[in-house]
């Protein structure tokens, strides 16, 4: 099934790391590399329940907030 974000989300993808979160997202912890080296902080949305990544400079892509999937070791809620 589609996930249909809303419109804060869909303006921050694009925007700069430095812009900082809508209201409406709630932290959902953090990717980093095997060296330990933060990649980006994820954020859910409560309104619309779309997952935004807030990339580092080793992010992909850099310093730039992202939509993306559910993370692949975010535990399923669903039993």
């Known amino acids: 099934m589609p996930m249909h974000a809303c419109d804060l989300c869909h303006q921050l993808v694009g925007e700069p790391s430095s812009v900082p979160p809508h209201e409406n997202l709630a932290a959902s912890g953090m990717a ?5 080296c933060k990649v980006d902080s994820r954020w859910r949305c409560t309104g619309c329940g779309a997952w935004m990544y807030q990339s580092t ?12 999937p559910r993370p692949a070791d975010w535990p399923d809620n669903h039993g």
């Open 32 to 36: 980093a590399m095997s060296n330990r």
């Open 57 to 68: 400079a080793l992010g992909e892509p850099p310093n730039m907030w992202r939509m993306g």
